[in-house]
């Protein structure tokens, strides 16, 4: 297929800058992915569509301060870095994208702080992501959250006045270089109301990374390689998705990091297994999925790995007829826009 399949015109109006006041007070569009019947709702209203035995899935991965400012320590030249995901293997390594790259060429290094925090450049891979080894005295995580700032994406102009508000409420386990943006959606009033309804609600771990910063740029997006991320998935999860299963339940992935944690621990022989380790599942047309039966998603950029994953889903047509509907509606796109349900 080719990249250019998955392109759709949108106004730079209605990519969403701020957050709502309320978080579930977002818009809500569900699609039925067999029949293409689309309508419009609020957020708090997808209460209505889960039903007792059902198992809600979402990524509890938690957005750590990975922006970090600092300079050249033998031109005091100013540096950017973006903190993408340790290294396996590697003490106090991350990769990490650097702005502007040519101030950091291997052996080059960069203080943060006034000497808190200094990383050196150990090497260049593929893209130009640079591999970064960091000196520092104390606990690393402490001074990241002393030095560092929210890593939105580059879309969003405007500065979070609330920076949980671009955390899931239920974000425990940090990693991630940014939020799993369906999630945020989410209230304790919503949780109390599926709870009550019957509705099992479970928790996975995928730390969000390069991927989400990395355009396709192959045009047959076969060729298109992701990188990996670190993912975690218990075997209580494990347990309750054959419970659901087996009773005719439906299994509902929050976000795409979730659907892509679900996948990749299905084995050869199609069986969910506990896991944890490394993916580089890229989910494009013509994949069968394993495990969901429905995704809460949110509406992706055009020609997106992650626009992609829902088209392989419900169908390419019917989703850029979708986003067709929210451009025509004004819906609110990306990571602090509005929600769809694809059922």
Not at 94 to 104: H, I, Q, S, T, Y
Not at 215 to 227: A, F, L, Q, S, T
Not at 306 to 314: E, I
Request: proline share 3%; charged share 30%.
């Amino acid at each position: 297929m080719n990249k250019k399949d998955f392109y759709f015109d949108l106004p730079k109006e209605l990519i969403a800058q701020t957050p709502l006041k309320e978080r579930d007070a977002s818009r809500l569009l569900v699609l039925d992915k067999d029949t293409g019947k689309i309508e419009h709702k609020q957020f708090r209203d997808i209460i209505n569509y889960l039903e007792r035995g059902d198992t809600l899935i979402l990524n509890n991965s938690r957005v750590i301060p990975a922006r970090l400012f600092g300079v050249r320590e033998d031109t005091h030249s100013k540096v950017e870095i973006l903190l993408l995901k340790r290294v396996k293997n590697k003490k106090d390594c991350w990769e990490a994208l650097v702005k502007p790259g040519k101030k950091a060429r291997i052996g080059h290094r960069i203080v943060f702080g006034e000497g808190l925090l200094i990383g050196e450049v150990v090497d260049i891979i593929e893209d130009g992501t640079r591999i970064i080894h960091f000196l520092y005295e104390g606990v690393f995580e402490q001074i990241l959250d002393q030095l560092g700032t929210m890593p939105l994406p580059p879309y969003i102009k405007e500065q979070l006045e609330d920076q949980e508000r671009y955390q899931t409420i239920y974000s425990k386990v940090e990693g991630s270089a940014a939020a799993p943006t369906a999630g945020l959606h989410f209230t304790e009033y919503i949780f109390k109301e599926l709870k009550k309804k019957g509705v099992n609600i479970a928790f996975i771990t995928l730390h969000v990374g390069l991927g989400t910063f990395r355009p396709v740029k192959e045009e047959k997006i076969e060729e298109h390689k992701m990188h990996s991320e670190y993912y975690e998935i218990s075997q209580d999860i494990v347990d309750l998705i054959y419970k659901t299963k087996t009773s005719g339940k439906r299994v509902i992935a929050v976000g795409t990091t979730t659907v892509r944690t679900l996948e990749t621990a299905v084995t050869k022989a199609g069986e969910i297994k506990s896991s944890s380790g490394w993916t580089d599942i890229f989910i494009y047309p013509g994949y069968q999925f394993k495990i969901i039966d429905g995704m809460i998603t949110n509406f992706h950029l055009p020609e997106s790995t992650l626009l992609m994953l829902v088209s392989a889903f419900a169908g390419r047509d019917k989703i850029l007829n979708a986003y067709h509907e929210a451009v025509k509606n004004k819906y609110r796109f990306f990571s602090l826009g509005d929600a769809m349900l694809i059922k």
